[in-house]
């Protein structure tokens, strides 16, 4: 079974470090997303990309993310300058039109902890 | 306000009980849809179950079963005959907004301990 794809699994940085997490969505999925988990708390929207750009982002996704589908697979969340607040697992999830279920397909997660 | 509630943080059952998930939300959207996710210690998120706001049935999918009461806004989850690996969060969510700029809202979720 198709399923969304996330690496990597856990990402250690120094505050103040860029980071790329990386996401293949399911490949005849044409909407994509970015939420994050902060440890015991609920699972937060970010952004959603759809046609090659961002139809909607969250208060959470300030300039210092940014999301980029460099080729025909992969999704990329880019976090310029990590703060310790940004430590949190980040989820990538996909899905498209036409299922009778339209349901969000997520990725394992990338666990990032910031120092 | 919050857009899905899920008013127990944590929940109890007995091997091979059955148990029952609250969920409730607010929308003003004729049309929405209601999802069920399981979260294991391992931290994937599992896609469980659906409903649709005009299903005039309660979804199943095995042992998942979707108590949709529409007037009421409320979407249990109820899980039949536990079992041990049933242990983990719960979250339930809500879609929310049009074509490209729909999105799941989640509840705070419920994590649910299936005892021996």
């Known amino acids: 079974e198709p399923e969304v794809t996330q690496t990597p699994s856990h990402q250690v940085t120094q505050m103040g470090q860029e980071v790329i997490l990386r996401c293949v969505p399911i490949?005849?999925?044409?909407?994509f997303y970015w939420y994050r988990q902060i440890l015991g708390q609920k699972v937060e929207f970010l952004v959603s990309f759809y046609n090659n750009e961002i139809s909607e982002k969250s208060e959470i996704f300030d300039d210092q993310f940014s999301v980029e589908r460099p080729d025909g697979s992969n999704f990329t969340l880019k976090i310029r300058s990590t703060k310790l607040e940004d430590s949190a697992m980040y989820f990538c999830?996909?899905?498209?039109?036409?299922?009778?279920?339209?349901?969000?397909?997520f990725g394992p997660g990338t666990r990032l902890t910031v120092t | 306000a919050q857009k899905i509630t899920q008013t127990q943080p944590g929940m109890f059952v007995q091997e091979k009980e059955a148990v029952t998930l609250d969920c409730t939300y607010d929308t003003s959207d004729p049309s929405y849809g209601l999802f069920w996710y399981k979260q294991p210690s391992s931290g994937e998120m599992i896609f469980l179950i659906y409903?649709?706001?005009?299903?005039?049935q309660n979804a199943t999918e095995g042992r998942y079963s979707l108590n949709f009461q529409k007037a009421r806004k409320s979407a249990n989850l109820v899980i039949s005959a536990s079992q041990l690996g049933d242990s983990a969060m719960y979250f339930c969510a809500m879609r929310e907004g049009q074509g490209g700029s729909e999105k799941l809202v989640f509840g705070k979720g419920t994590k649910l301990t299936v005892n021996p």
């Open positions: 490949s005849n999925h044409l909407y």
């Open positions: 999830a996909s899905t498209r039109d036409g299922q009778i279920i339209r349901a969000w397909y």
């Open positions: 409903q649709g706001s005009y299903d005039q």
